[in-house]
């Protein structure tokens, strides 16, 4: 049963998240933003428009979530008061304090994602490393688990492009993960992941260790202003398709899209290459190619942003994009975190997608040092 002491820690940390998001000054934006839409030409200007109720929705989901809290706080203390008169169990006092603290917690989290980006969606990447069979089951395991996290957590995902591993596996995959601050969160696992166990492709069963890379680039939209040169553009088509028979497309859908950038920081040249088979129509998933662009042209300009804020920081920020970032030691029963020291025995619930301590443990740590 909870005591006293921590229905007192609910009170102050919900009476704290009014003070920190300022619910009451949200609600007087809320309501002159709204005002803004009844001109009588509003939606004339559909991207202005855009812009606009998105505004006024991020506000909202803020005011929102808070209510949540201060209801099931309320519910809370009300049992706690009721239990003495015997009209509540114990277990159902235990169950409303988890419930409050889960919101609480909820929200305190999403109050560390200040960016901009934040608040965006997510194009994730997992490549295989060197190891052939081994390295790509690890991949595709990854990517059933963010898969996992991502329909728990209720955020829409779309394959954009696969590549089936040779015998078993993927090489690698491109997911558009669509949702509020779905960004915020998964830029935490950009890195390197280490697999450490008794591999079934290894016929003397030894021990082995696989890498794969995650790549998390903000998933922009048409509000986001992203300057893309047409000169620079090229594209080629091919089919796509599965294994044969009917899954194979007959007329060629998927798109290669190739960019010859140049960084305006440094002057180094590259070429970005998307493929795109997403779906069977070609002009979609040109569209997406051209989404999946703006993404990653968006991205490197956010990384110069952040390796510049790394140099006023003088080194502090310990963050390093590519870097091995965590290990998954099955035979241990042992997944660690080397960014936070965060570690959990439940390998089975990581791979099912429970993140949310490693993603928590991250942001803690990283989330200031980022403004």
Partial sequence: MITHEQLKEARERQQALNRYLDIDSKIIQVEEEELRTHVPDFWEHP????????????????????????????????????????????????????????????????????????????????????????????ASMLMRMYLRWCEQHGYKTSMANLLEGDEAGIKSCTINVEGDFAYGYLKSENGVHRLVRVSPYNAQGKRMTSF????????????????????????????????????????????RLRYQFTDPYTGEKEEILIENTET?????????????????????????????????????????????????????RRVKDHRTGYQTSDVQGVMDGDLDGFIKAFLMEFSEKQE
Avoid at 65 to 92: H, I, M, P, Q, T
Avoid at 230 to 243: E, H, I, K, M, N
């Fill in 47 to 138: 991207k202005e428009a855009q812009i606009q109720m998105k505004k006024i929705k991020d506000l909202q989901g803020w005011i929102t979530g808070y209510r949540d809290v201060e209801k099931a706080v309320e519910e809370l203390s009300l049992a706690f008061d009721f239990l003495k008169e015997g009209l509540v169990e114990e277990a159902e006092l235990d169950a409303l304090y988890a419930d409050a603290m889960a919101k609480i917690e909820d929200l305190e989290l999403r109050n560390m994602l200040r960016r901009e980006e934040d608040k965006m969606g997510v194009v994730l990447k997992i490549n295989s490393g060197a190891g052939g069979t081994e390295s790509q089951d690890w």
């Fill in 212 to 255: 794969a890379s995650v790549f998390v680039t903000p998933l922009v939209d048409d509000t986001i202003e992203v300057k893309v040169d047409p000169a620079l553009l090229s594209w080629d088509t091919f089919r796509s398709g599965g294994a044969g028979g009917q899954n194979v497309n007959k007329v060629e859908s998927g798109v």
């Fill in 280 to 332: 069977r129509d070609q002009p979609k998933n040109k569209e997406n190619a051209m989404r999946q662009l703006r993404s990653i042209l968006y991205d490197k300009e956010l990384r110069h942003r952040m390796e510049e804020q790394a140099k006023i920081e003088a080194g502090k920020m310990k963050i390093e994009w590519g870097s091995q970032i965590r290990s998954y030691v099955f035979d241990d």
